[in-house]
């Protein structure tokens, strides 16, 4: 499969994802967020958790801090 056959394929859910403000690069942080709610919901700290993330997923903390509130922020008004 071509890439422009995936991009006609998935052309409206792109289309209303980056109208919504959705990063699409941020596909492959959603077990890093996943991981976060579940710790959160279990007390953990803030601070603990955004250590932890950014080692188990290479990244600095102040990505997962970025991430989190990016993942938790609503969409762009009138775009979905």
Do not use: H, P, Q, W
Request: charged share 30%.
């Amino acid at each position: 499969m071509k890439v422009i056959e995936l991009l006609k394929l998935n052309r409206e859910l792109l289309t209303i994802c980056r109208a919504a403000g959705v990063r699409i690069d941020d596909v492959r942080y959603i077990e890093l967020y996943n991981d976060y709610a579940r710790l959160l919901a279990d007390g953990e700290k803030t601070s603990y958790i955004v250590a932890l993330m950014a080692e188990k997923y290479g990244v600095c903390g102040r990505k997962v801090y970025d991430l989190i509130r990016r993942f938790k922020s609503d969409c762009t008004l009138g775009a979905v």
